[in-house]
């Protein structure tokens, strides 16, 4: 069973409007959980992580997620979308109960950002 | 900053016959892992190195080998290819093998595609 589950397959937001990416967990234990982008035809960009510390997590590109331990989940947040922030987002967990010392990948939920 | 290479970008094969993607980790990273991404799938983990020693192993195939050389580098070899191994193939590294709970970080490479027809 994966660690992590990503509900949404699609989201579609306006350009200029807050964004969220949605992710919950299911690790035992201390879950360290990451999000990764991947635009169309390129590798996976590393965004943020979540090892320990504040829940609110900062990353590239003006992201930023919330860890929260009551509902287990990581949401991935912008308070303003691009255009250019169109593409294929996977939330991943580690650590030793979520994956081993691998990645393991949600499904992946594929952002259209329109004007 | 330097990143990960991976050569060749497209590859495109026939029906059992072999095929091996290169990996250049970044400079430094001593642990490298292959993923498998299928068409509209997320990417399945296949086989990681630390120090040139298998350090984790997923859903690679009897088919795939792999391994981590004196410089670093790494090579995932496959053979007798099907079809259903057409697929975009990431290598990623990290400095030391615990980057998943550890304040390191595993960055991707930009993937080869393997056609396989």
């Known amino acids: 069973a994966q660690s992590v589950a990503q509900p949404e397959d699609q989201v579609n937001v306006a350009e200029g409007n807050p964004l969220t990416v949605k992710c919950t967990y299911s690790?035992?234990?201390?879950?360290?959980l990451f999000w990764y982008v991947q635009y169309p035809n390129r590798g996976l960009q590393f965004l943020l992580k979540?090892?320990?510390?504040?829940?609110l997590v900062k990353g590239s590109y003006g992201f930023e997620a919330e860890f929260n331990k009551s509902q287990t989940s990581f949401h991935l947040k912008k308070p303003s979308a691009l255009v250019s922030d169109s593409a294929l987002y996977f939330c991943?967990?580690?650590?030793?109960?979520?994956?081993?010392?691998?990645?393991?990948f949600g499904t992946g939920t594929q952002l259209k950002v329109e004007l | 900053a330097a990143g990960v290479i991976q050569s060749p970008r497209h590859l495109i094969k026939e029906k059992r016959e072999t095929a091996t993607l290169k990996c250049y980790p970044i400079p430094r990273h001593d642990t490298v892992y292959w993923y498998q991404q299928g068409p509209g799938q997320d990417p399945q983990f296949l086989i990681s190195?630390?120090?040139?020693?298998?350090?984790d192993k997923g859903s690679i195939p009897d088919r795939f080998s792999a391994q981590q050389f004196s410089d670093y580098h790494s090579e995932l070899n496959m053979s007798s290819l099907e079809l259903g191994d057409s697929a975009l193939y990431f290598c990623a590294s990290s400095l030391n093998w615990d980057a998943t709970f550890s304040g390191n970080t595993i960055y991707f490479g930009e993937g080869s595609w393997l056609t396989v027809v």
């Open positions: 979540y090892i320990t510390g504040d829940n």
């Open positions: 690790v035992s234990g201390n879950p360290y």
């Open positions: 991943a967990s580690g650590g030793l109960t979520g994956g081993g010392n691998k990645l393991t």
């Open positions: 190195f630390y120090e040139k020693m298998q350090s």
